[in-house]
């Protein structure tokens, strides 16, 4: 019997050089699609040539020195702040138009920068002169199989290099006395106030607690802390359970905490559930969004429509939730409400806190009406 050998096939990205058509693979964990229209650059280009080609949609796979291509890039990014924009958010008719023009600001923002393009050898090496060592960033994004050479914007590359360090550092956790080390793609729990919110709010039972959307496994850690027993903690994201699986066990707590791999809640019943979705309901512009961007509101209204099927009486789920959509005019506090309500579920109290995070007090920020407003609520819920 013969086998059969599946060939995964990427997308490339082609350009002209030496008098031939190169191919190289395409690496974009944002989902971008690979450009069509590529060019050589190197040290000679200028940042004032380098930017109108970006802007008109071609891109410049670099072959000159790393350093000097982050100073492009950085040189790109003041001129696409100085470009003059028929609307500023803050001036538009209303807090979704300029939630949704700000978010087009961010998109082409990023559609431009990101036509900066590096090489990418086999090995995650960067065959340009001064480059750092970002082997092991790429192999905690990219992962080890099925590795080639390829191309990738500076940019996105920037961002793997980011994620690398926050994993090595952490993130401070006060209420555990520990950091938590989010990997590339998993939202990092650095708005603490939800946090702190499930370090103190009062426990209905320390025998057993579902952990919905584990992410990190910051909130799964926190319960175990508190003298919960057993915390189930599911997510979806390949990512966030392996994520999830090491900062368990570098916290000693995988006695208590289990790890699944479930769309929401696991099998069975827990007298406390816990779960705090991504806060907006917008559609999500790449992969990496899904832990800000909610779209239609999937996540919340599945966890208020299965939440009292899971609830062991008199159990509560504690539905964690920045009001900020609300102030945005993406989500009335009223649907929610009737959400609530028509999922059999009712409001035992509430725990709100105020944000402290720099943009809430950045007056330039397009949102800062909407985010000098927001509170994060910690929503106790219970089956009727």
Not at 59 to 69: I, K, M, P, S, V
Not at 272 to 291: D, G, T
Not at 304 to 313: S, V, W, Y
Request: charged share 20%; hydrophobic share 40%.
């Amino acid at each position: 019997m013969s086998e059969t050998i599946t060939i995964k096939e990427f997308p490339t990205i082609s350009w002209e050089a030496a008098g031939a058509t190169q191919h190289a693979r395409w690496r974009s964990e944002a989902g971008v699609q690979a450009p069509r229209r590529v060019v050589i650059a190197d040290d000679t280009m200028t940042a004032d040539a380098a930017y109108i080609l970006a802007c008109e949609g071609t891109a410049l796979l670099w072959r000159g020195d790393f350093q000097n291509a982050r100073q492009l890039l950085q040189a790109m990014g003041r001129r696409l702040e100085r470009k003059p924009r028929r609307a500023k958010p803050q001036t538009s008719s209303s807090p979704a138009e300029a939630f949704n023009l700000h978010r087009l600001v961010q998109s082409q923002r990023a559609r431009t920068l990101g036509m900066l393009l590096l090489p990418l050898n086999a090995d995650y090496s960067v065959p340009l002169r001064r480059a750092p060592d970002i082997k092991q960033a790429c192999v905690e994004a990219y992962g080890t199989e099925n590795n080639e050479a390829s191309v990738v914007s500076l940019r996105e590359l920037l961002g793997l290099i980011g994620a690398h360090e926050w994993r090595k550092k952490g993130v401070a956790i006060p209420s555990l006395g520990e950091r938590i080390h989010p990997h590339y793609g998993v939202f990092s729990p650095v708005r603490g106030e939800y946090v702190a919110m499930v370090a103190d709010a009062p426990l209905p039972t320390v025998e057993l607690a579902f952990d919905i959307g584990t992410g990190t496994g910051v909130l799964a850690a926190v319960l175990a802390r508190r003298g919960v027993k057993q915390i189930v903690a599911t997510d979806q994201d390949p990512r966030a359970l392996t994520c999830a699986n090491e900062n368990i066990h570098r916290l000693g707590l995988a006695g208590q905490v289990k790890v699944l791999q479930a769309d929401l809640f696991p099998q069975g019943r827990a007298p406390l559930i816990v779960c705090n979705p991504p806060w907006l309901p917008a559609r999500p512009s790449s992969p990496l969004e899904y832990a800000v961007y909610d779209p239609e509101s999937r996540m919340l209204n599945g966890f208020l429509q299965g939440l009292a099927a899971h609830l062991t009486p008199p159990g509560e789920g504690w539905l964690i939730l920045s009001d900020l959509a609300e102030h945005l005019q993406l989500r009335s506090r009223e649907s929610l409400l009737a959400n609530i309500a028509a999922a059999g579920l009712k409001v035992l109290g509430r725990i709100d806190v105020k944000p402290s995070h720099p943009k809430s007090t950045d007056a330039n920020d397009p949102l800062y009406a909407a985010r000098k407003a927001e509170i994060t609520s910690l929503w106790r819920l219970g089956a009727i």
